[in-house]
């Protein structure tokens, strides 16, 4: 049994940055991949980032792609998100999960453990 604890998050004026971690325990986190997730009000979840198992492999949404960066360090059991350039839009609790698999997909039926979230504001 997968368990992701999250942490940074909070507020962050436009234009500003934060960087979100998520450590995991009770699994072999390097032979899966991990994503990044986000929810805002009244709508569904979306893919926002994710990261293969080696950490070689990285894809991001395209409203995203160029400001935030996935990363991992294995030797923690450790997902980072930097988030730069933050917009208004990009506020949302944002989640972690582990793939099903060491490919890193934009599915969330290919994650089968979430971290609790944490919220991302964005003032304009």
């Known amino acids: 049994q997968v368990h992701l604890v999250q942490s940074g998050g909070g507020l962050v004026q436009a234009g500003g940055s934060l960087r979100l971690s998520c450590a995991a325990s009770?699994?072999?986190?390097?032979?899966?991949?991990m994503g990044w997730f986000r929810q805002a009000p009244g709508k569904e979840r979306e893919f926002v980032a994710a990261?293969?198992?080696?950490?070689?492999?990285?894809n991001y949404a395209d409203s995203v792609k160029g400001r935030f960066t996935i990363s991992r360090d294995n030797a923690k059991n450790t997902v980072y998100l930097q988030m730069n350039s933050l917009k208004p839009e990009d506020a949302a609790i944002y989640y972690c999960a582990v793939a099903r698999s060491s490919l890193s997909g934009r599915n969330t039926a290919e994650y089968d453990a979430w971290g609790q979230g944490t919220q991302v504001t964005v003032s304009s």
């Open positions: 990261i293969s198992w080696s950490g070689y492999t990285t």
């Open positions: 009770g699994r072999t986190f390097d032979n899966y991949a």
